[in-house]
């Protein structure tokens, strides 16, 4: 059984945005920039798709779509974002990281933006306000890698008497010092010991999950990624064969066979980006689109992948989460 709530702050004018009409074809084209590669989260680009069909779009039909993907190497997405300018598209939708967004908006101040923010967007320079953002970009800060220090929290409940709880975090993530001082600080707070292992790679990945298994860590803190999200077979698969306990950033995570996540709805932010960059082609101005930011966070335990590594979860904690997988 899931609940959840999302506001969606679909409020703003309908005054006409200038949408790089200088040699515009016929049909709208949106440059769809991703910081990792959309082929590898397909139903999130069915959110997405479906969004702009909610407002009457459909690719293919009225409007047509230039992919451009970094895979991964974010020191790509400023000349991928300059090659989307210059195909004068219509409107640039910059998801798969904060650095996608970044990239976007450094490439033009005239082509409407749509993001995905995991970080304050105004402190980035994204929006000069949540409420008012101006200029021409807009979208949604789904503050995933702030919500570091609550998951350390949650996971920590399942283990209070772990010495040692490894963190994985991306040092190439736009967001990896906020996330680093959001889980030291909470760390600290509770006296509680962790090491952070630095990954960014596939190698990188195998080379700390061996780490984490020689330091007998009690429990396992994946941080808030993009790049941790196109992994996130191998990350299930290697902390289930380590039986480590471990926590993630969404549900997707658990969905695959990982013993809980914590953060907001990824489906409903491409979901959200859909409609966002729907209303923009029908004339809204992004400056005049609030930037959405969830309202409540989704707790997912997968019971199946708990018993596969012999842990057994407290009934107070199932009764808390949002979803129970069985």
Known sequence: MRRRAFITLLGGAAAAWPLAARGQ????????????????????????????????YAEGRNIAIEYRAAEGQTDRLP??????????????????????????????????IVFIAGDDPVRLGLVASLNRPGGNATGVNILLQEMEGKRLGLVRELVP?????????????????????????????????????NVSNEGDIHAAFTTLNKLRAAALLVGGDPFFNTRREQLVTLANHYAIPAIYEVREFAAAGGLMSYGTSLTEVYHQVGRYAGRILKGDKPGDLPVVQPTKF?????V???????????????????????
């Open 79 to 112: 000349a991928l974002a300059a090659d989307l300018v210059r195909r004068q598209v219509t409107l640039i939708v910059a998801t798969g990281g904060t650095a996608a967004g970044l990239a976007a908006k450094a490439a033009t101040s005239a082509i409407p």
């Open 161 to 197: 008497t772990g010495a040692l709880i490894a963190v994985l975090l991306n040092p190439s993530n736009a967001n990896f010092q906020t996330q680093l001082r959001d889980v030291t600080d909470a760390a600290r707070t509770v006296a509680q010991q962790i090491r952070v292992l």
């Open 298 to 302: 989704e707790l997912v335990v997968n």
């Open 25 to 56: 074809s016929a049909v709208p084209v949106i440059g769809y920039l991703h910081g990792q590669s959309p082929d590898r989260l397909p139903h999130l680009m069915a959110a997405f798709r479906q969004g702009l069909n909610e407002v009457g």
């Open 304 to 326: 199946k992948a708990a018993k596969a590594i012999g842990l057994t979860i407290p009934e107070p904690f199932l009764a808390r989460a949002d979803e129970v997988i069985e």
